[in-house]
């Protein structure tokens, strides 16, 4: 166990003097900026590609079980240099922060972003979680989804990322499995309520977060709305 808490210290320590030093260009505002005009580029490379190759598209190769809006990702070696002159200076390829990807791929596809930062919280939170060989689960919200006692791993606060959306600190959540997801509850509360539509319970509404945005719910449960049209998690 000793051996495992200070291999686990280390491994920390290591991220986070890569997170601050191994990408020096990620730090550039142009690097870090979903600009429009780029998101817009890659979506007509995407087109073009698409109508040339008869249908097929520039992504890269998952399993079938990867999340939804991370299943997709763009292959920049297929569209760059003949259908895109460069590829984005913010996207992940290039050494920047984000991962484009495709969403409704079988009807119209269209490019999405997520920020890969969000990935490196969840993996150092994860080392974290394995030197103490359990996760210190401290509430059920859900069937199968729990909060963390982040005190048990060592930090003084609770760990929130960044939304995409609001701009506000968005809690994180784990199940049984350890496996860990970002809870999009307060962005789709507030999606719910400017909303006209009529959404069933049962139905995944994440999409309401892409339609109308750059960016994908990236690392999230599948979330539907209760007798009060307030979004919870859809758990089985």
Same mark, same amino acid.
């Given at each position: ?81 003949? #259908? ?70 060592? #930090? ?8 995409? #959306? ?71």
């Amino acid at each position: 166990m000793k051996r495992i808490g200070i291999t686990a210290f280390l491994l920390i320590i290591t991220m986070s003097l890569l997170s601050g030093c191994l990408y020096p260009e990620e730090e550039l505002s142009q690097n870090q900026i979903p600009y429009e005009t780029q998101v817009k580029a890659v979506q007509e490379a995407v087109e073009a590609y698409q109508k040339d190759q008869g249908g097929l598209l520039p992504i890269k190769t998952r399993d079938q079980d990867t999340p939804i809006y991370q299943k997709y990702p763009i292959d920049f070696r297929k569209l760059s240099p003949r #259908y895109l002159p460069e590829i984005p200076g913010n996207a992940f390829e290039n050494g920047g922060i984000f991962q484009y990807v495709l969403v409704n791929v079988e009807d119209k596809p269209e490019v999405k972003i997520f920020d890969l930062r969000i990935a490196e919280q969840i993996r150092e939170l994860k080392i974290r979680i394995q030197a103490q060989d359990y996760p210190p689960f401290k509430k059920e919200v859900a069937n199968n989804v729990y909060t963390l006692n982040y005190k048990e791993l060592g #930090y003084e606060e609770e760990v929130y990322v960044n939304s995409p #959306y609001s701009n506000k600190n968005l809690p994180l959540v784990i199940n049984g499995d350890g496996e860990i997801f970002v809870d999009y509850s307060m962005d789709l509360f507030e999606k719910l309520e400017s909303s006209k539509g009529e959404w069933e319970r049962g139905e995944d509404i994440r999409d309401m977060l892409v339609d109308g945005t750059y960016f994908v719910p990236a690392y999230s449960l599948p979330y539907t709305v209760d007798e009060n049209n307030e979004p919870v998690f859809m758990t089985k």
